[in-house]
């Protein structure tokens, strides 16, 4: 693989996209060749995909089908785009990718992360990202900070417990992957959020 591979990781409201977006507008500024995507999503079979997990009227989908859902949007993702744009050499960002199955699915759904690693082989194999950025935020603070849940979006609305679970979830994948986890404290204000993320990617050589 040529180019650089980073992923997004956090709870609900934490400020992925955000600091994506910030990231993005450095970028651009400073010339820095780059493709932005997301999970689940970012190809249009995937964004179909997504739209099925999110819609909360699927409120009988089991735990193994969405596990499988989103393991089938990102092995899309990964052959459509990920796999040919890593192999021009390019960076690419990704809002979201493996760790969140592993933390939803697997942590806080219950699943076990043996088995949700198991069933992401195929989006594993040899395509980890080189880093991922965790923007470690509990989720009691992102819900009071962004004003309540969504209540149009499915997976907000599982309540406390089951993103406190997620959060956990995260910080036993930050300990597993410690060599390719960037954790980044996401309480302080965008601006300073921002900051800590540019220094942390020009340490590791990306910008
Ligand atoms: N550092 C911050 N301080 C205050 N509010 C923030 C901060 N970062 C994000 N927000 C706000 O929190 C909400 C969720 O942010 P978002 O980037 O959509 O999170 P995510 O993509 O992780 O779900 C948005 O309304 C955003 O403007
Ligand atoms: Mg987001």
């Given at each position: 693989?040529?180019?650089?591979?980073?992923?997004?990781?956090?709870?609900?409201?934490?400020?992925?996209?955000?600091?994506?977006?910030?990231?993005e507008e450095y970028m651009k500024k400073n010339n820095v060749d780059y493709l932005l995507t997301r999970e689940p999503g970012g190809s249009i079979i995937s964004e179909k995909i997504r739209g099925i997990i999110l819609d909360k009227e699927n409120d009988k989908m089991t735990p193994a089908c969405e596990a499988l859902l989103y393991a089938s949007a990102r092995v899309q993702l990964l052959d459509e785009v990920l796999k040919p744009e890593l192999e021009k050499g390019r960076l690419v960002i990704c809002d979201r990718y493996v760790d969140s199955s592993l933390a939803y699915q697997g942590y806080a759904r219950g699943l076990g992360y043996e088995f949700v690693a198991k069933i992401n082989d195929y989006a594993l194999k040899n395509f980890c990202p080189d880093y991922t950025v965790f923007?470690?935020?509990?989720?009691?603070?992102?819900?009071k900070r962004k004003g309540g849940v969504?209540?149009?979006?499915?997976?907000?609305?599982?309540?406390?417990?089951?993103h406190e679970k997620v959060y956990n979830g995260y910080l036993e994948l930050a300990k597993k992957f410690s060599d390719r986890f960037i954790v980044?404290?996401?309480?302080?204000?965008?601006?300073?959020?921002h900051q800590k993320i540019i220094n942390a990617l020009k340490e590791k050589g990306i910008l």
């Open positions: 693989m040529k180019g650089k591979f980073i992923t997004f990781e956090g709870c609900e409201g934490v400020g992925k996209s955000r600091q994506i977006k910030l990231l923007l470690k935020l509990t989720p009691e603070e992102a819900f969504d209540k149009t979006d499915r997976v907000e609305l599982l309540g406390k417990e089951f980044i404290d996401a309480s302080g204000s965008k601006e300073e959020t």
